[in-house]
């Protein structure tokens, strides 16, 4: 029996398909979107031969193409009859500092990290005002909290627009809807892959998820994940002159 439904976007590597692993393995059926088809295709034959009750609805999807996001979520409620948690988890890590010539790159990183996330949780919303129920969540980053330099400066940029946008949305008090903003910190995944394996803090894939899947559970308004070190790296970053945080990242 189904516990009920998770929409993941960004769903075909790193952090969205491992949580789609594990949603799968705590009774969710899913609704898995990317732009790599032939990888969801792979991912949903994993979580079947894992989970063989489990139902796993896959859609293409592109989440700067506006008209697309709110196709796609309406069909995930129309195939799994009820969107109860929304995972809006699609992202973009290029960039380069300003003024160097890569607009293109940092638009691209803006687009996608903070538009598309945009038309994500307008379309999620229409459904869950709809149903007069579900839970929205938004995958920001620990580099929100304060401006990044070099090439990390639109990507911060574009997880802080992202974290006030859901900030936005809880404040509103939905009938039914409740909003999560979940701030991952060093987590192995595709995103980084060329990171040397030594960077301090660096979690595992599994592991930094389950912590990510763990506070998303509970609804957690905000999470710093995984809680150690991040929660104090948090606050830190919060009180400490930008000439020391800069220093940290």
């Given at each position: 029996?189904?516990?009920?439904?998770?929409?993941?976007?960004?769903?075909?590597?790193?952090?969205?398909?491992?949580?789609?692993?594990?949603?799968?393995?705590?009774?969710?059926?899913?609704?898995?979107?990317?732009?790599?088809?032939?990888?969801?295709?792979?991912?949903?034959?994993?979580?079947?031969?894992?989970?063989?009750?489990?139902?796993?609805?896959?859609?293409?999807?592109?989440?700067?193409?506006?008209?697309?996001?709110?196709?796609?979520?309406?069909?995930?409620?129309?195939?799994?009859?009820?969107?109860?948690?929304?995972?809006?988890?699609?992202?973009?890590?290029?960039?380069?500092?300003?003024?160097?010539?890569?607009?293109?790159?940092?638009?691209?990183?803006?687009?996608?990290?903070?538009?598309?996330?945009?038309?994500?949780?307008?379309?999620?919303?229409?459904?869950?005002?709809?149903?007069?129920?579900?839970?929205?969540?938004?995958?920001?980053?620990?580099?929100?909290?304060?401006?990044?330099?070099?090439?990390?400066?639109?990507?911060?940029?574009?997880?802080?627009?992202?974290?006030?946008?859901?900030?936005?949305?809880?404040?509103?008090?939905?009938?039914?809807?409740?909003?999560?903003?979940?701030?991952?910190?060093?987590?192995?995944?595709?995103?980084?892959?060329?990171?040397?394996?030594?960077?301090?803090?660096?979690?595992d894939t599994e592991t930094g998820v389950r912590a990510m899947v763990g506070a998303i559970e509970k609804r957690r308004a905000k999470a710093y994940v995984?809680?150690?070190?991040?929660?104090?790296i948090g606050w830190a970053m919060r009180v400490l002159p930008l000439s020391v945080v800069r220093k940290m990242a």
């Amino acid at each position: 029996m189904s516990r009920g439904t998770v929409v993941i976007t960004g769903a075909s590597s790193g952090l969205g398909a491992e949580m789609a692993r594990q949603f799968a393995a705590l009774g969710y059926d899913l609704g898995l979107s990317a732009r790599r088809t032939e990888r969801l295709e792979a991912l949903r034959e994993e979580i079947t031969a894992a989970h063989p009750d489990r139902r796993v609805v896959l859609q293409t999807l592109d989440v700067t193409d506006d008209e697309a996001v709110f196709r796609v979520m309406d069909r995930f409620a129309g195939e799994l009859g009820t969107l109860d948690r929304v995972i809006v988890n699609a992202g973009l890590g290029k960039g380069a500092a300003l003024g160097r010539g890569r607009f293109d790159a940092n638009r691209q990183t803006a687009m996608t990290n903070f538009v598309g996330a945009l038309a994500q949780t307008e379309a999620a919303l229409k459904v869950f005002r709809a149903q007069e129920r579900g839970h929205l969540v938004i995958i920001s980053s620990m580099s929100a909290l304060r401006g990044m330099r070099k090439a990390m400066t639109v990507y911060a940029a574009s997880k802080a627009g992202v974290a006030a946008l859901a900030e936005g949305v809880r404040s509103e008090r939905i009938p039914g809807v409740d909003v999560s903003v979940v701030y991952p910190g060093y987590i192995r995944s595709e995103m980084n892959e060329h990171v040397e394996q030594k960077t301090r803090f660096m979690a595992d894939t599994e592991t930094g998820v389950r912590a990510m899947v763990g506070a998303i559970e509970k609804r957690r308004a905000k999470a710093y994940v995984p809680a150690w070190p991040w929660v104090p790296i948090g606050w830190a970053m919060r009180v400490l002159p930008l000439s020391v945080v800069r220093k940290m990242a």
